[in-house]
T-cell receptor, first 117, second 113 residues
Framework: AQKITQTQPGMFVQEKEAVTLDCTYDTSDQSYGLFWYKQPSSGEMIFLIYQGSYDEQNATEGRYSLNFQKARKSANLVISASQLGDSAMYFCAMRGLNAGNNRKLIWGLGTSLAVNP | DAGVIQSPRHEVTEMGQEVTLRCKPISGHDYLFWYRQTMMRGLELLIYFNNNVPIDDSGMPEDRFSAKMPNASFSTLKIQPSEPRDSAVYFC???????????FGPGTRLTVT
């Protein structure tokens, strides 16, 4: 069965410092994709970054990077130079990419990040 | 470009009433998803469509819930009759056939009293 685990219910970071949000996953699929979404207090879900299991390079999008360690089944999100606007809930998600896989995303329970000034 | 549009943004209704939530996906997207988010259960997929056809409705809680997608630019999620335990934020999301990421609407906050 597929599963996403986010073990940090809450995290604090000082403004301008880097922070790592943990995500581990379990899947029997050979090919899969991993996603991170941000949900600020206003409630919308914002797509941040994607990593395919077949990608040799770690994904990066601006201040966001994904530390993908396939053997450890981890896909941690790294936010560099934290800003006050980064305070939000962060969700890790996954779906299988094999032929016939449906489009259902498996979601973690989220990590609440607070950036202190 | 317009993102996913949902209406209403907030809905307060009494138990037993019918509730209809509406969604307009991003133009050109082939997939449409309905989610429910609560503190207790997190984010749950209710149903998703591909090219207007329901593909997986295994997350629909019970017969009180129904969803339709009459055309590529419109979908509804209906709850009849509504119950207090249906109170949640309901999200609609859409994605391209070739892409993987889903783009979410702003959500509808439903309160059933």
């Amino acid at each position: 069965a597929q599963k996403i685990t986010q073990t940090q219910p809450g995290m604090f970071v000082q403004e301008k410092e880097a922070v790592t949000l943990d995500c581990t996953y379990d899947t029997s699929d050979q090919s899969y994709g991993l996603f991170w979404y941000k949900q600020p207090s206003s409630g919308e879900m914002i797509f941040l970054i994607y990593q395919g299991s077949y990608d040799e390079q770690n994904a990066t999008e601006g201040r966001y990077s994904l530390n993908f360690q396939k053997a450890r089944k981890s896909a941690n999100l790294v936010i560099s130079a934290s800003q006050l606007g980064d305070s939000a809930m962060y969700f890790c998600a996954m779906r299988g990419l094999n032929a016939g896989n449906n489009r259902k995303l498996i979601w973690g329970l989220g990590t609440s990040l607070a950036v202190n000034p | 470009d317009a993102g996913v549009i949902q209406s209403p943004r907030h809905e307060v209704t009494e138990m037993g009433q019918e509730v209809t939530l509406r969604c307009k996906p991003i133009s050109g997207h082939d997939y449409l998803f309905w989610y429910r988010q609560t503190m207790m259960r997190g984010l749950e997929l209710l149903i998703y469509f591909n090219n207007n056809v329901p593909i997986d409705d295994s997350g629909m809680p019970e017969d009180r819930f129904s969803a339709k997608m009459p055309n590529a630019s419109f979908s509804t999620l209906k709850i009849q009759p509504s119950e207090p335990r249906d109170s949640a934020v309901y999200f609609c999301a859409s994605s391209l056939a070739g892409g993987s990421e889903q783009y979410f609407g702003p959500g509808t906050r439903l309160t059933v009293t």
